[in-house]
């Protein structure tokens, strides 16, 4: 991708977060069995991390329905959450794919290398009846499918009712989010689960830092870290906020056990009022209050400094399906993403998941409560920031690697970034960009 086809996408995605969370308020081709006209039972794999085994898109109901209209099976391959992309690159490479699997489009244009292993959809009945068409695209072409228009709003995840129980405010500042953490603990609540055994997952707070410290201080910091203009040791803030979440580990604000701990513990932690705050994206609050409607919380931005202003991250969309070309069912994979585009299935998805829909004839439902507020709080006041990932051109999971390393006391901050610096480089000049 070159450097202005990058900063289009880039702000197109900038655009949606203006709209995506303000809207409120097909010919199905499935009607034959199977794809062969036969009528004999054909089975796809669909491929998604065990992290998003409650994606819409797999509920055993929409499943079932789908095999009752078409005489088409979906077997589900849950994959390892802290191996997805491995195993993925894997089953691309050897020729075992699965004939739809569910990923992140940002970081299957790094990591699973989009163009050269994924079918282009432009051509598909449901793309005419698309609103927003920037946050399915990469290269010029629509590669992936979704029902909804919504990013992933990154920052910090909270309990409500444990904040009030407290008579604890959100905190604007880095001090008063060290009190309130110094609070909870006091009263016998975790501060902060940290389930680091997913490498991701301690990604989730820096990635959103990084991405706030570049919007207000330097807005061309990562086409300058992109172009080898800058090195990654060269912003002491990074070094900072690394510094910030390891402290609140050693501060005894967290699970002792980050790295035994992992991201399918996340609702249990918060259905069971174990933990007050998490650092997380707000898809976690969806899949606890589907678990429980009760259960009040929300997000708020976590504040690196106390100038009192800070940002929520805003990542990619996420979540979407996309198509490998050596699947062995590419037209009956093509027939599943018809079936939930369905103006019926995509309506039921929308409502029942609060999306902000995607498509002409699908209305966007009342968002809930925790939606509205970050409507009101960051995106009308403009108080977002792109994260880091959202940037990136290479596969981060070496990055992930080493800031787990962190939590094992056996490298700092400052390795960190040095060892992210090298790696980064090795990976530019692999793909070939300019400067590296």
């Known amino acids: 991708m070159n450097q202005t086809t990058r900063k289009l996408s880039l702000g197109a995605v900038s655009a949606v977060l203006a709209l995506s969370l303000a809207a409120c308020g097909s010919n199905n081709s499935n009607s034959e069995s199977g794809s062969t006209g036969s009528g004999k039972k054909v089975t796809i794999e669909l491929a998604l991390s065990k992290s998003s085994q409650d994606s819409a898109f797999v509920q055993q109901d929409l499943l079932d329905e789908f095999e009752k209209q078409t005489n088409i099976k979906v077997n589900l391959q849950l994959l390892p959450a802290e191996q997805t992309s491995t195993v993925l690159q894997t089953k691309l490479a050897v020729n075992e794919t699965p004939d739809v699997l569910q990923y992140n489009l940002a970081s299957a244009t790094t990591d699973l290398n989009l163009e050269r292993n994924f079918e282009t959809l432009d051509d598909q009945p449901?793309?005419?009846?698309?609103?927003?068409?920037?946050?399915?695209?990469?290269?010029?072409?629509?590669?992936?499918?979704?029902?909804?228009?919504?990013?992933?709003?990154?920052?910090?995840?909270?309990?409500?009712d444990i904040f009030k129980e407290?008579?604890?405010?959100?905190?604007?500042?880095?001090?008063?989010?060290?009190?309130?953490?110094?609070?909870?603990?006091?009263?016998?609540?975790?501060?902060?689960?940290?389930?680091?055994?997913?490498?991701?997952?301690?990604?989730?707070?820096?990635?959103?830092?990084?991405?706030?410290?570049?919007?207000?201080?330097?807005?061309?910091?990562?086409?300058?870290?992109?172009?080898?203009k800058k090195k990654w040791t060269d912003i002491p803030a990074f070094q900072t906020i690394l510094d910030q979440q390891y402290d609140l580990y050693k501060k005894g604000y967290t699970n002792t056990d980050v790295l035994s701990d992992s991201y399918d513990m996340a609702a249990g932690k918060f259905l069971n009022k174990e933990v007050a705050m998490m650092f997380m994206?707000?898809?976690?609050?969806?899949?606890?209050?589907?678990?429980?409607?009760?259960?009040?919380?929300?997000?708020?931005?976590?504040?690196?400094?106390?100038?009192?202003?800070?940002?929520?991250?805003?990542?990619?969309?996420?979540?979407?399906?996309?198509?490998?070309?050596?699947?062995?069912?590419?037209?009956?994979?093509?027939?599943?993403?018809?079936?939930?585009?369905?103006?019926?299935?995509?309506?039921?998805?929308?409502?029942?998941?609060?999306?902000?829909?995607?498509?002409?004839?699908?209305?966007?439902?009342?968002?809930?409560?925790?939606?509205?507020?970050?409507?009101?709080?960051?995106?009308?006041?403009?108080?977002?920031?792109?994260?880091?990932?959202?940037?990136?051109?290479?596969?981060?999971?070496?990055?992930?690697?080493?800031?787990?390393?962190?939590?094992?006391?056996?490298?700092?901050?400052?390795?960190?970034?040095?060892?992210?610096?090298e790696k980064f480089a090795e990976l530019m000049k692999d793909k070939g960009e300019a400067g590296f």
Request: proline share 5%.
């Open 126 to 160: 449901w793309v005419s009846r698309l609103q927003n068409k920037d946050v399915l695209s990469a290269y010029g072409h629509i590669y992936s499918f979704h029902v909804s228009q919504d990013t992933g709003m990154q920052g910090v995840v909270y309990n409500k």
């Open 281 to 421: 994206g707000d898809w976690l609050i969806e899949s606890v209050q589907q678990q429980d409607a009760n259960m009040n919380l929300g997000l708020f931005a976590y504040p690196t400094d106390n100038s009192g202003d800070a940002y929520l991250g805003a990542s990619p969309l996420g979540g979407q399906l996309f198509i490998p070309k050596k699947a062995k069912h590419i037209e009956e994979a093509k027939k599943f993403l018809d079936f939930i585009a369905t103006k019926e299935v995509a309506q039921e998805i929308v409502n029942n998941q609060s999306y902000v829909s995607n498509f002409s004839d699908v209305t966007t439902p009342e968002l809930p409560a925790y939606k509205q507020e970050i409507l009101d709080n960051y995106i009308t006041p403009k108080k977002v920031a792109m994260t880091m990932d959202a940037f990136m051109l290479v596969d981060r999971s070496e990055l992930y690697r080493s800031l787990q390393d962190q939590f094992t006391g056996s490298i700092s901050s400052q390795k960190v970034l040095q060892a992210w610096n």
């Open 166 to 228: 407290l008579g604890l405010e959100v905190p604007k500042t880095y001090d008063e989010f060290l009190a309130a953490c110094e609070k909870i603990k006091a009263a016998g609540y975790t501060p902060i689960f940290m389930p680091f055994k997913d490498n991701w997952a301690a990604n989730v707070m820096p990635g959103a830092a990084f991405g706030e410290y570049a919007a207000k201080n330097e807005p061309t910091l990562f086409d300058d870290l992109n172009a080898n």
